[in-house]
């Protein structure tokens, strides 16, 4: 895009990108940044594009949006440029994939955002079939941010998952191979998978994922079978101790996934461990 001037913009004319992929959470970060925004002002512009009835889509700059609308800022500079919404969507990804914290259902949407940018401009239109790869879309994308196209692919299968499983990736409760079979799965069978890991408290494994996978290609997965294959014991649901959520998210930041806070009373358990090692050897 050509070099151009920011411009002072109503905050009342500028709309989220259309499918933006990337959350914009109030989180501790976000107040940070209102905060910035309050005593510093907004240093880097928003990009924008104009659309036909005199307003503008954001392509750039979801969060700073946000926290000017949180810090009840009325004006934001911005940097305007004349793009179609495929040029929009890829330079919007491409803005956002440096992040250092992606989520993978974030990553996920970005890079079926960008695959379908891509194929508008004349790319293939199969985004994931597991026979034949798109070659060129998944490889472009999987060139630029170092991967694989068929990690490229397996990332835009996430966006077949109901929210409750996405979220459950997302916070770390589904590892990335088993998310990407249930994936293949309805979104009525998806739920009869989401029913049983909370009545059992577990997590389907690589295995599991997979049977029910190809029992549901198969056109053979039932109720019954899901109950049943996830009822078994394994090594994720062994002498686990169960502490209701309610009385331990106070105690972290707001934008911790359960993963995150298992690591962190972990860590708090070894060095209390530790101390009273040290108190007991002298």
Request: glycine letters at 4%.
């Amino acid at each position: 895009m050509k070099e151009t001037r920011p411009e002072y913009l109503p905050i009342s004319k500028l709309h989220p990108f259309e499918g933006h992929p990337f959350k914009v959470t109030d989180n501790e970060e976000m107040d940070q940044l209102t905060w910035s925004i309050l005593t510093q002002g907004l240093l880097t512009p928003l990009v924008v594009r104009p659309l036909e009835n005199g307003e503008y889509e954001v392509i750039s700059g979801h969060r700073r949006l946000h926290a000017c609308k949180k810090a009840g800022i009325e004006t934001v500079p911005a940097l305007i440029y004349a793009i179609d919404r495929d040029a929009a969507a890829i330079a919007l990804v491409d803005s956002n994939l440096h992040r250092e914290k992606i989520l993978p259902s974030e990553k996920a949407f970005a890079y079926k955002l960008k695959a379908e940018a891509l194929n508008h401009r004349g790319q293939r239109t199969d985004l994931t079939s597991v026979q034949v790869a798109p070659k060129l879309a998944t490889e472009q994308i999987a060139e630029e941010v170092n991967t694989s196209k068929d990690t490229v692919k397996r990332y835009i299968r996430l966006t077949h998952l109901i929210p409750e499983l996405l979220q459950k990736v997302d916070e770390g409760q589904i590892a990335f191979t088993p998310a990407v079979h249930l994936s293949y799965l309805s979104p009525a069978e998806q739920g009869w998978v989401l029913d049983e890991m909370e009545r059992n408290d577990c997590t389907p494994s690589v295995g599991q994922a997979y049977h029910l996978k190809e029992h549901s290609i198969a056109g053979t997965l039932t109720k019954d079978f899901v109950a049943g294959l996830m009822s078994q014991e394994k090594a994720n649901q062994k002498e686990r101790l169960k502490i209701p959520m309610e009385r331990i998210r106070k105690y972290f930041p707001r934008h911790y996934t359960t993963a995150q806070m298992e690591d962190a009373i972990v860590k708090m358990c070894e060095a209390q461990f530790r101390k009273r090692t040290d108190r007991d050897a002298r």
